[in-house]
């Protein structure tokens, strides 16, 4: 087993291969008959002593995916068409928008083995967003304000996380829906602030250019005053997405030879 890679073939079985190879040759070279190449509905066959093979065309070989980060940089490297392959009528590539962040080029299905290459891809450069975990108030504000567009709910949440205290955890009723905290203004006074869930919040989860999904967040505030945001859309932000991109590129690949797919 441990000569034998993934496909099951052994070495002997190379060996036993080569060897064939080797002898097929070698009868042929010594042999008065000569061997036809004959051209048939398009495929190459080669017959020798009242035997027909199909010779299989060689699979060449694929230039390299290219990496852009950007739906701008996409849409450029489609109309620039630097290497002349957008501008064949017969062959329409393919846009396919993989997820929010991710949208491939793929090329039209060519040749014997019928393959299909990535011309190029498209990743989204967007910060990671820690969901479902509770941190610091410092932490938490930080994240809202660079990893999430502003709104008014943001300055809400900013102004509720920045006011909680660990010392006014005693203080925090909660009946699984909302939560009520009590915040200190100044020395004397006190304000019972009720935060409803969930909380419709843009966070910065798909390419910059096209706009960004809003969706429902549940605001937690555990017993030491940190804080968290947990998903309440199920995932359904992500279709959206997919829709503005979709949309994007329909709007500035107007005219391309390419079908988006998305």
Not at 181 to 186: A, C, S, Y
């Amino acid at each position: 087993m441990d000569n034998e890679n993934k496909n099951g073939i052994t070495p002997e079985v190379v060996r036993a291969k080569v060897e064939y190879l080797v002898e097929e040759g070698y009868r042929r070279a010594c042999s008065d008959q000569k061997v036809e190449v004959l051209k048939i509905d398009g495929n190459t066959y080669t017959a020798f002593q009242g035997e027909l093979k199909r010779v299989l065309p060689v699979r060449s070989e694929k230039p390299a995916t290219l990496d852009v980060f950007s739906l701008g940089g996409l849409v450029h490297f489609i109309k620039a068409d630097v290497d002349g392959m957008f501008d064949d009528p017969e062959r329409r590539f393919i846009v396919r928008v993989v997820n929010p962040r991710r949208v491939d080029v793929l090329s039209p299905v060519y040749g014997y083995y019928k393959e299909r290459e990535v011309v190029a891809k498209c990743d989204a450069l967007v910060p990671d967003i820690p969901f479902g975990r509770y941190m610091g108030v410092d932490e938490f504000q930080i994240m809202l304000q660079s990893r999430f567009e502003d709104s008014a709910n943001r300055a809400l949440v900013l102004q509720l996380s920045g006011s909680l205290r660990s010392e006014q955890s005693n203080q925090i009723a909660d009946d699984g829906v909302s939560q009520k905290v009590t915040i200190n203004r100044g020395v004397a006074t006190a304000a019972d602030v009720t935060v409803k869930n969930p909380v419709v919040l843009k966070p910065l989860r798909t390419f910059y250019e096209v706009a960004q999904p809003e969706s429902p967040f549940i605001l937690r505030f555990n017993e030491n005053a940190n804080a968290a945001l947990f998903e309440g859309d199920g995932g359904a932000w992500k279709l959206r997405a997919v829709a503005n991109i979709r949309a994007w590129l329909e709007a500035n690949l107007k005219g391309c030879n390419v079908e988006i797919i998305a």
